[in-house]
């Protein structure tokens, strides 16, 4: 039904009085930038500058009410890429939770942090340690920096069939053999929950004069469940979107003493839109104060559950190796099927694969959501899943990242690529890690593992070239 502009008039006034009500949204801990963005709108300012929509409220009632805090830049709100102001008031606060020295706020998800994070750890056409099960963002990254990736293998955990932690002893090994490589991304947690030893790589890279990138995009939670899991890396990106009440793609990128804030915001809005959405930063800055209030205790009480369904279904655990306490990675002989009966009963898991179903609980997570989670697992064929091989060795590096990614290319069939060189990774994270990586020739043995595991698609080649 089609609004009377009485109607709409009313409505707005009704949902103004009570997003700006102190007896509606108060918090004990500061929020900087949604209390200066709630303070300046309850002035009725005559808005003649972008959004268009004028702070008025937007088409769909679901959406009505974001417009009041959507803001441009303007001396009461602050500009996200000059620091000051009340966003950078609210960036030092989350800096403060991760123990690191400062924080830029990223509306576009850990891809820009990650992509913004490499830009300051790698001069381009450097040599550049890299994670295999890296988000793609990483491996974009590569192409447009034109950096040589040096690939650090991960243990395989036989008995969950999953990769393990990166091994600092390894990284020692590879820094000897690639002195002039200077840095170091890895991705900790994995999509599987898997956690490396922070610390102890950072370590590694000091002594030899690098840098240590983690994109921990599903570890935005940990500092809130107690575990100081990024402090000792250079430069870390969390997406707060994964794990803790925020909407999609609001991020964060935390740096050490090595990078100053000038720096994050420099690289930040390479990759970042110019007309950043100050809802999206007011959020985290009401998630922060949230987590911090009652959040963490709920947080704790998801991690408690987690413990619990791990004692009583097939799953990871610390046995394994270091895990997210809250990330729950069944084994079944099945997962994917084990993924369609959950979906039919309507509990819809982050990802499945041949031997796995992952579960992401966090501090939204009710008693009730965990019965009805309990009683469907029951349903599921869950169990031992099977004995998966390890990704083979890869193939030889023919092509640069940037070459392969920037290749015209063409779509092929996965059983018709022998011989060809990927122009993009084939079986990408997610789920796992990227058995080729683009510039990397497609191989037979290659070919026959991604059957094996239930991987056959169309994959990206590159154009046959002279």
């Not at 002035?43 to 974001?66: C, I, N, T, V």
């Not at 999609?248 to 390479?270: C, E, N, P, V, Y």
Request: glycine share 10%; net charge negative; with cysteine.
């Amino acid at each position: 039904m089609r609004q009377t502009a009485s109607g709409s008039k009313k409505w707005r006034s009704h949902f103004f009085n009570s997003l700006f009500s102190t007896a509606e949204v108060t918090f004990v801990e500061r929020t900087p930038l949604y209390t200066t963005l709630r303070d300046f709108a309850a002035q009725a300012p005559l808005r003649m500058h972008m959004p268009g929509h004028k702070g008025k409220p937007l088409p769909a009632p679901e959406l009505a009410g974001y417009s009041v805090i959507d803001f441009t830049e303007l001396p009461p709100t602050g500009n996200l890429f000059d620091g000051d102001g009340a966003i950078g008031a609210a960036e030092a606060l989350w800096a403060e939770v991760f123990h690191m020295e400062s924080c830029l706020f990223l509306t576009g998800g850990s891809t820009q942090g990650v992509l913004s994070a490499l830009t300051l750890a790698c001069p381009p056409g450097s040599e550049v340690l890299l994670d295999r099960s890296c988000h793609r963002s990483a491996f974009h990254a590569l192409a447009l920096l034109d950096l040589k990736p040096v690939y650090v293998p991960r243990p395989w955990l036989a008995g969950g069939a999953v990769a393990g932690p990166i091994s600092p002893g390894q990284v020692e090994a590879l820094l000897a053999s690639h002195p002039n490589a200077k840095a170091l991304c890895i991705t900790s947690p994995t999509y599987y929950g898997v956690l490396s030893d922070i610390p102890a790589l950072a370590a590694v890279m000091h002594r030899h004069g690098g840098v240590l990138v983690v994109d921990g995009a599903h570890g935005a939670h940990l500092p809130f469940l107690g575990l100081d899991h990024f402090s000792a890396a250079d430069l870390a990106v969390v997406s707060a979107h994964k794990t803790l009440p925020a909407p999609g793609q609001t991020a964060l990128l935390l740096a050490g003493k090595g990078f100053s804030h000038g720096a994050l915001r420099r690289a930040g809005g390479i990759y970042g839109s110019s007309s950043p959405s100050y809802p999206m930063m007011a959020a985290l800055d009401v998630c922060r104060a949230h987590m911090l209030e009652e959040g963490a205790a709920a947080y704790r009480r998801a991690a408690e559950g987690t413990a619990a369904l791990r004692r009583e279904f097939p799953a990871l655990t610390d046995r394994d190796a270091p895990l997210d306490p809250t990330r729950l990675t069944l084994l079944s002989p099945d997962g994917l099927a084990a993924q369609g009966t959950l979906e039919g009963l309507g509990v819809w898991p982050e990802l499945a694969d041949r031997g796995h179903v992952v579960l992401i609980l966090t501090c939204a997570d009710t008693p009730a959501d965990l019965a009805r989670l309990r009683s469907a697992l029951g349903e599921a064929v869950l169990g031992p899943c099977p004995a998966l091989p390890p990704p083979p060795e890869p193939g030889a590096q023919i092509r640069t990242p940037r070459q392969a990614l920037f290749d015209p290319g063409e779509d092929r069939p996965l059983k018709e690529a022998e011989g060809e060189i990927a122009a993009h990774p084939i079986a990408p994270y997610p789920p796992g890690v990227p058995v080729v990586a683009p510039g990397e020739g497609i191989e037979k043995k290659t070919i026959a593992y991604l059957e094996e595991i239930g991987y056959n698609k169309i994959c990206r080649i590159c154009s046959r070239r002279n």
